[in-house]
């Protein structure tokens, strides 16, 4: 049984419900969901001119292998409506392979730990709230340690539903 982080997250149509959807999908498809970090809200990364996305950290039991992870979680993105057209563009829904294990891995299309990690709070700070402790296997350094060091200032805050 393999342990994934993974995040989801998107700022189109209605947000919550989309992400819970994803979840039902993902229960499905990939696997139990073992903990999730609270909904946050956080301003759009890299194009700033678009609305607010909704993101959540998932810990996920999975059989799967992690490119059989990543086309089953690139299925469910299309079945929600995912249209990729670009680099940080608005989404229905975006799944994201954070950590697959402790591996490292770097193949065509797949790369784990996720690249931008380090750089992006509306990732840390959810994922600090699941595993504060965990050791991230590129950087040697805690959640925590890469969120102190992160220098992304956009805001990420709790979502409160409204």
């Known amino acids: ?50 609305d607010p996305f909704l993101n959540q950290v998932l810990e996920v039991f999975t059989q799967l292998k992690a490119e059989e992870l990543m086309q089953t979680a690139l299925g469910i993105e299309k079945s929600m409506g995912r249209m990729r057209v670009g680099l940080n563009q608005p989404r229905t829904i975006d799944i994201d392979i954070l950590y697959f294990n402790e591996d490292i891995l770097q193949e065509e299309g797949l790369t784990i730990p996720h690249p931008r990690i380090y750089k992006r709070k509306f990732v840390l700070v959810p994922m600090q709230e699941l595993n504060a402790s965990y050791m991230d296997p590129l950087h040697q350094k805690s959640i925590s340690q890469l969120l102190q060091e992160c220098e992304d200032e956009l805001e990420v805050r709790k979502y409160d539903g409204m």
């Open 1 to 50: 049984m393999n342990k994934v982080y993974l995040l989801i997250g998107g700022n189109v149509g209605d947000r919550k419900r989309n992400l819970e959807l994803a979840c039902r999908e993902m229960e499905g498809k990939i696997g139990p969901i073992n903990r999730s970090s609270s909904v946050y809200e956080t301003a759009p990364w890299g194009n700033q001119s678009q």
